[in-house]
């Protein structure tokens, strides 16, 4: 099988990348990336020799169409996908998000190639935090941010494309990812590399908020479960249950490293930061079998500081640009 994976230097790329090559062997692998500011050929390098790297963008029709036409699937994950960054400059969210999928979707349906959308629930907008209620596949969109409003556009055109044209597509959304090579502009890294820098994890307003954790490895092999089995057209939710304040999470850290539980400073929130986020993923489950691995986060949470203390060549180039920029906005 010849998959191409957009977003394959980035955080949950790579990891899928890494996953594919270690399970299926009789991949043949390409990685199509733009290398913007979140992409790292540091995070391929274990398997550099086993794929076809190609530097470039999703919106370059002409790149697309070739690559897709030499595809038997495509699994999407390139995006913009920083909130934060969203907020202060949405104009490469439209490009890459809206432009570079639908430009996906033309050259799969040119082609009849396979087309997996790597979606978020953010596309939900947020849960009240006293409600019991989970997303499901029927729960509106309602998106907050021009981070989640792009994805929402985008998993509406794969959604048009199916039902107008027969795209073979099939749509993920899921929460909250953690775990090796994610960004250090993200909350877990973020906060565990200040602490190995004896800085203080930084919690946005009251730190109440919820996100539904789930260690990345169980995100992609729900993704690999969904291309084998999953059914054309349909959306399936991908979460593990794993629902955290931040405090809670900021909390457990500072408990990892040793450090006092109130070792922490309130920052200045974020414009329109949703309450609650939390997945129902029961058709994945049940219609899939479907199962998480990773089900207990402390342990979860444990490896990827261990992983960080390992890899510093890999995030510090980046540690003090990323907390020169949240300084300027009091974060
Ligand atoms: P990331 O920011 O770490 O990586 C994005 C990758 O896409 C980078 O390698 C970047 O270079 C590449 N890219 C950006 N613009 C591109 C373009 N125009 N052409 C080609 N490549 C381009 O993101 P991530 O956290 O790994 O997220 C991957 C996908 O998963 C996104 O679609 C995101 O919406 C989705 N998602 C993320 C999470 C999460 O918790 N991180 C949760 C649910 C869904
Ligand atoms: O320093 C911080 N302090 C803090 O309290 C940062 C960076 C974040 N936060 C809070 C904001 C959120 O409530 O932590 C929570 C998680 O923040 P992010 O890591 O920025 O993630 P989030 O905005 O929830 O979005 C993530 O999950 C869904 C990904 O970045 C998206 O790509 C994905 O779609």
């Given amino acids: 099988m010849r998959v191409l994976i957009t977003g394959g230097a980035g ?57 897709v036409a030499e595809s038997d699937v495509v699994v999407h994950f390139a995006a913009e996908s920083h909130n934060d960054n969203s907020l202060d400059d949405p104009s490469p969210f439209v490009a890459t998000n809206l432009v570079g999928t639908f430009t996906l979707l033309e050259a799969v349906r040119r082609h009849g190639v ?15 935090l006293d409600d019991p209620a989970k997303f499901t596949p029927e729960t509106p969109y309602n998106p907050s941010s021009p981070y989640s409003a792009t994805k929402a556009g985008s998993d509406l055109l794969v959604r048009a494309w ?38 203080r994890p930084k919690l946005y307003g009251a730190g109440l908020n919820v996100r539904d954790w789930i260690h990345v490895e169980d995100h992609n092999s729900a993704v690999w479960t969904i291309i084998d089995h999953g059914r054309i057209g ?23 490293f040793g450090r006092d539980a109130d070792d922490f400073d309130h920052v200045t929130d974020r414009p329109g930061h949703d309450l609650r986020y939390a997945i129902d993923a029961t058709r994945l489950r049940q219609e899939l079998g ?5 089900t207990d986060f402390r342990s979860g949470l444990q490896a990827t500081v261990d992983w960080y203390r390992e ?8 540690k003090a640009a990323v907390e020169a920029k949240y300084a300027a906005t009091g974060q």
Avoid: M
């Fill in 11 to 67: 955080f949950i790329g790579a990891n899928f990348t890494h996953q594919t090559i270690r399970e299926r062997p009789e991949a043949q692998v390409t990685v199509l990336d733009a290398l913007t500011y979140a992409g790292d050929l540091k995070s391929l390098a274990p398997v550099d020799h086993q794929i076809t790297l190609v530097r470039g963008s999703i919106t370059d029709s002409d790149l697309v169409d070739r690559l």
């Fill in 162 to 199: 199916v039902r107008s044209f027969g795209v073979r597509a099939t749509i993920s959304n899921c929460s909250n990812n953690y775990g090796p090579y994610q960004h250090v502009e993200k909350f877990i890294p973020r906060q565990i590399t200040n602490l190995i820098d004896g800085v």
């Fill in 311 to 318: 890899h510093e060549a890999w995030w510090r180039p980046r």
């Fill in 234 to 256: 349909e959306t399936y939710l991908i979460g593990a249950d794993g629902e955290k304040n931040n405090l809670e999470v900021v909390r457990t850290l500072l408990e990892v």
């Fill in 114 to 128: 396979r087309f997996h959308h790597v979606s978020t629930d953010e596309v939900y907008g947020d849960l009240e």
């Fill in 290 to 294: 479907w199962q998480p691995r990773f």
